[in-house]
């Protein structure tokens, strides 16, 4: 995996950030979901690193990156400050401004990012998820049944974390391979990678404090942009699997239209995992949407 990145460990925004890069060109950063790292970005990493700078990092709280201590607000792990070491490790990186696309729990760092620092993010693809204030403010049976874990993760600590510690690859079968795919998508070697970094000290509860600032203090600043009118304004394509939860349950189109201003998307014949369910299908997308016309091309 990722034959061609070279690793790197960046200290930013008071904390140390995993990463790998490759490749050359425009910078495109690459943020994961969860319960997963960088990692699973393997399948699609090498080919667009063809194409662009790609820095794929663990965001704080998973993977190798840091797992600082949190507090009652859950500040350390609000999608604020995860986004700014994004920006931070792009920057140090050498990328003033840069594309990213971003699943699950990154695509909601990514919006953040792109809410806080409009001139940075230059276009930006997000994988099936709807605005984080719209699912919880639609949560319905069904939806809550399928993510059973953003109402768990959220208890209050240890609860959560104790449960997830005593049988880390219990859970990363209950979650991922619930799925409409099952744990099919995920090679042994991905697989392992994800076990191994949930096995880590601290992962259980840099999770749970992820969810807990989504539950929280991200809420309040994803109302707080609403209510001054605040949009994303970069190009924004939006992708989310037909076999999914998220479009069975919300529309996720309608809901980044809502907060957005130049948005495009469509469902993929996929479940969740879209980076390691269709990945060939993924690069078509995210390199037609990123890339200029070739002229005379039809």
């Not at 700078?53 to 949190?70: F, H, I, N, Q």
């Not at 930006?124 to 719209?134: E, N, R, S, V």
């Not at 970069?234 to 699997?241: I, S, V």
Request: with cysteine.
């Amino acid at each position: 995996m990722f034959a061609s990145f070279e690793s790197g460990r960046c200290h930013v925004n008071d904390i140390t950030v995993n990463y790998r890069k490759g490749g050359s060109g425009q910078g495109l950063l690459l943020l994961h979901g969860h319960p997963q790292t960088h990692v699973m970005w393997h399948k699609i990493a090498e080919p667009l690193a063809q194409h662009f700078t790609v820095v794929a990092a663990d965001l704080r709280g998973y993977g190798d990156s840091e797992k600082p201590p949190s507090d009652a607000q859950h500040l350390a792990y609000s999608k604020r400050q995860m986004a700014l070491d994004g920006v931070e490790l792009m920057r140090e990186l050498g990328f003033i401004k840069f594309d990213v696309l971003a699943h699950d729990r990154g695509a909601r760092v990514a919006c953040r990012m792109a809410m806080d620092h409009p001139d940075a993010v230059k276009r930006l693809i997000i994988l099936d998820i709807a605005p984080t204030l719209a699912m919880y403010e639609q949560t319905n049976e069904a939806f809550a049944r399928a993510y059973w874990h953003w109402f768990f993760l959220i208890r209050p600590a240890p609860f959560p974390e104790t449960l997830i510690e005593a049988d880390p690859q219990l859970y990363l079968r209950s979650v991922m391979g619930a799925r409409s795919a099952g744990m099919a998508p995920f090679t042994e070697a991905a697989s392992a990678e994800y076990l191994r970094c949930l096995r880590l000290p601290g992962a259980a509860h840099g999770l749970c404090e992820d969810y807990r600032a989504s539950a929280s203090i991200d809420l309040e600043h994803d109302k707080s942009d609403l209510q001054a009118g605040r949009k994303l304004s970069m190009p924004l394509l939006a992708l989310w699997g037909s076999d999914g939860v998220v479009g069975r349950c919300f529309d996720p189109l309608g809901e980044w239209q809502k907060v957005a201003s130049d948005v495009r998307g469509k469902a993929l014949p996929s479940g969740h995992y879209i980076a390691e369910e269709a990945p060939e299908l993924l690069i078509d997308e995210v390199l037609g949407f990123l890339l200029p016309p070739v002229p005379g091309a039809r």
